[in-house]
């Protein structure tokens, strides 16, 4: 397996910018939802996202791309707003991939040929004006919201059993912004669960036909106080390219101080691009 590939699968595992068309057991409720108005959706919603400042977890994952299938498991700590660190271990428990992601940079190692890559966190283009922060990506992975972005201009609603919020040019807060560049997503749209609402799917996308889209979808048990996604599937489209990706954590721990190891061999050799 190269490099490439290798970082490909672990991307795709931590991004969140991908969802599966299949989810796990859903709460059937007969009677019909009672209309809320926004403001109380998206109040409900904030109120019971997931509350932590440290997050870990084992993962399994299977990576499906061009029918293709690719297992792997490992590790991941996030330290709230600061830093996301990801373990592969797919043989034997011998680390395959190391990588560390704060809201600035990105440090990857491979074990595998000896390798590691330093850089920018901005590299990943979502959408159109849209780049994949550590915001984002952070949200994905703990099934909150984005909490960078403007939330102003939500519009409540029912899907079938569901409340919905719905927007479209969500910006990103200027304080947040980094030189004169406008960042917005296109169109976002986020199901809750009327019990808890806790999101149970979430879709970003561009507006013109086959434009990219990114989705997620979230199951949830209670886990030390808390409605903590313990497995979340996710797809990402651009045209008639299609990858999915399904996470499965365990063993997940809300309470406990965590370290985020990472060191670079001397002899590794940096590669300038992923």
């Given at each position: ?12 595992a ?23 108005g ?22 399994n ?36 991939v ?22 920018a966190?901005?590299?990943?283009d ?5 780049t ?13 919201d ?6 102003s ?5 029912i ?18 912004l ?34 990219k ?7 949830h048990q ?17 045209g ?13 721990n ?21």
């Amino acid at each position: 397996m190269n490099k490439k590939y290798v970082f490909l699968i672990v991307s795709l595992a931590l991004t969140g910018i991908l969802f599966s068309s299949c989810s796990g057991p859903r709460r059937i409720i007969r009677e019909p939802l009672k209309e809320e108005g926004t403001d109380y959706l998206f109040k409900n919603l904030k109120a019971n996202e997931l509350n932590y400042e440290y997050f870990s977890a084992r993962f399994n994952a299977t990576l499906i791309q061009d029918k293709k299938e690719t297992a792997i498991t490992g590790q991941i700590r996030i330290k709230r707003d600061s830093a996301i660190w990801v373990s592969v271990s797919p043989l034997m428990g011998i680390e395959m991939v190391r990588v560390l992601l704060t809201p600035d940079s990105i440090w990857y190692v491979n074990r595998m040929d000896n390798t590691f890559f330093s850089g920018a966190f901005d590299y990943i283009d979502l959408l159109k004006n849209s780049t994949l922060d550590f915001d984002m990506l952070q949200s994905f992975l703990t099934g909150n919201d984005f909490s960078r972005y403007d939330s102003s201009s939500f519009k409540g609603g029912i899907d079938n059993l569901e409340y919905t919020l719905e927007t479209t040019n969500r910006r990103k807060l200027k304080k947040y912004l980094k030189g004169n560049k406008d960042v917005n997503i296109p169109s976002q749209h986020i199901w809750l669960n009327p019990d808890n609402f806790k999101i149970t799917r979430i879709m970003i996308r561009e507006v013109a036909t086959n434009g990219k889209k990114a989705q997620a979808r979230y199951d949830h048990q209670m886990i030390e106080n808390q409605h903590v996604p313990v497995k979340i599937e996710f797809e990402a489209e651009t045209g008639n390219n299609k990858a999915k990706v399904n996470i499965e954590y365990s063993k997940i721990n809300l309470t406990q101080h965590l370290e985020f190891p990472f060191r670079i061999p001397e002899k590794y050799t940096r590669i300038e691009k992923l």
